[in-house]
Each structure stands twice: as C-alpha cells, then as structure tokens.
C-alpha cells in the first residue's frame, strides 16, 4: 500500500437508524477522502432522513431504489469508489461506529502486515457487539473452519484471520481488481466469507489489526444457551433462509477444505436445530430453513421470492 493511499468509506444502508448512521458517517468523514453510502431500497422518509445526514458530512448518496441486496451494494459503492480514484476501500454496515483512528490504525497494520506477510488483501480490526462486553469477533483458521481468535495468536499486533467481517474491512484496490468484487448473487450472508476465501486461494493474506477498534452490531439480538460460553448471534427468520442457503453453497463451492466442508455440515445442522426448537416464531423459521437449504441443493441464489 502506499505511504499515504486515498480510502474512500463504503456504507450500505437499508431502512436506517439515524441515531446510529449520523454518528456512523461523521466518523468515517473525519478519517476517510470521500464516505459513499448506498441506500439499498429504504422509503422515502428515510431516505430523506438519510440524504439529509449525508449533506451534513459531505458524503454522496446513491440510491437503488430497491433492495438488491448488501453484496450488489458493495459492489456498487465500490465502483465509486474506482472512479474516485481509491487505493483501498473501506466497508462499512449501517449500525457500525469505528474508533476515531480506526482508519490511520488499519492502514498502519496493513503495511506492516505487507512488509512481513507478503501479500495482503485486505485488514479489519476488532469488531466488538456493543450489546455484550465480550463479543469480539476475529475469526482465526481451525482445522474444522473459522473460528474466534485466541489473544496468544496476536503477533506484532496482528492476526491471521480466516476472513474479516465486512464492517471496517479496508480492502486494497489492487486486490478487488484481482480477486473480484463481491458475490451479488448470494444476496446477504457468507458474503464477507466468500471473498476472503477466495482472496487467500488467489494467494493472497488477511489480517485482523488488534489495536484498531470497531463498534458493531451482528443479527437483531443476542442470546445465551446453557453450557456454552460464546453468545448466540440470533437473526430474523428471513434471514435463516440466506444462512441455510449459502452455507449449502460455500460447502458445494470448492473454496473449503473436506475439514471445512465437514465443520459447516455440523454447523448448520446445530443452526437448525437452534432455530426450529429454541427461538420463535420456531415454524416460520423452519419453513425458511427447510426452503433455504432446498435452494442451496439446487444451486438457486438470488434474492428470495416470498411465496404468498
């Protein structure tokens, strides 16, 4: 990367909070060359609401008019960013609030991580869920697939992740260029997962910088279960159709090990299982499921067409 490289921030927006969005783009306005937000089909109160937030801090507003999903977003917001001339992409969710030197942090960890790793593609820092006080999600590679990062794993400030969260993920252009652009076609869900793998099969390394520092909220709440130490991240029953899908298509992909292809087999099964027996309304989440994982045996992506 070089000395001094142009980041241009990348929000995705849908039905925004502005509470959490003003102080959202403020922050990235402050750290980072130009802040495109991409409104992914919110109504039009707001959208106004939204275009109003983005005239206070200078960002620029593209709207889609519909809900195209978070990938499509991205992939919009990055091709902005292409023709702002960005050396990196930062991406960003709606209900995130990076550290006031976030951005300065990760790409300091980002060309430390290049003088001594090799090529890197990308950097992300520790993403903490505001709702627990010890949710940090940087995920390191396992035998059986991802896992969270263990503090010893940490060197010279940094961890080998498997894959970074999208939120706060600063991306380099060069690396977009030849690793792709994001999976539209999956919609939402295992979309960061899917470009890191393929990012690290076209030999390339990811990193989770340890002193950068990211607010963030993952799924609509959080939950304890009995004999198990990590919080359970629980989503709304749409949105177990996109995980049940597109963990049938990353295991049918080719970017998984057999370990890993094993290790997301048990895994959705114990997602499953959580979803149908434990968390309401428990029928309409099996009903999504049991569509999604039909879906993702035939191959079928895209947006859900709800059936009336």
């Known amino acids: ?6 980041v241009v921030a990348v929000v995705v927006t849908y039905r925004p909070d502005p509470r959490h969005t003003g102080p959202l783009l403020t922050a990235l306005a402050g750290q980072c060359a130009h802040v495109v937000v991409v409104d992914n089909g919110s109504p039009e109160p707001a959208r106004a609401e939204l275009g109003r937030l983005c005239l206070d801090v200078g960002a620029e507003l593209v709207e889609l008019g ?7 977003a991205q992939n919009v917001g990055i091709a902005r960013a292409r023709e702002l001339a960005a050396d990196a992409v930062l991406l960003s969710d709606q209900d995130s609030l ?11 960890g980002f060309r430390r991580a290049a003088a001594s790793r090799g090529r890197v593609a990308a950097v992300g820092p520790v993403s903490s869920d505001t709702r627990s ?21 940490a060197h010279d400030g ?5 894959f970074l969260i999208a939120s706060g993920c600063l991306i380099e252009m060069e690396a977009l260029d030849e690793v792709g652009d994001m999976n539209a076609a999956w919609f939402i869900d295992h979309v960061d997962l899917e470009w890191g793998l393929r990012a690290r099969r076209a030999g390339y390394t990811l990193f989770a910088v340890t002193d ?16 198990r130490a990590q919080e359970v991240h629980v989503h709304s029953p749409v ?29 959705l099964a114990k997602y499953v299982a959580f979803n149908a027996l434990l968390t309401a309304p428990r029928r309409r989440r099996t009903v999504f499921m049991a569509r999604g994982i039909a879906d993702g045996l035939r191959d079928r992506a895209g947006p859900l067409r709800q059936r009336t």
């Open 239 to 267: 949105r177990t159709y996109y995980l049940a899908r597109n963990t049938i298509l990353l295991v049918r992909s080719g970017l998984l090990s057999p370990w890993w292809r094993l290790g997301y087999v048990v895994w």
């Open 158 to 162: 940094m961890v080998d992740a498997a």
């Open 1 to 6: 990367m070089i000395e001094n490289p142009r």
């Open 133 to 153: 006080s010890s949710e940090q999600m940087v995920y390191a590679a396992r035998r059986w697939g991802p896992r969270r990062a263990r503090p010893q794993e």
């Open 66 to 72: 519909e809900n195209l999903g978070i990938a499509h």
């Open 98 to 108: 990076p550290a006031a030197d976030m951005v300065d942090r990760l790409v300091s």
């Open 212 to 227: 950068a520092h990211l607010a963030h909220e993952l799924g609509d709440r959080l939950t304890k279960l009995p004999g």
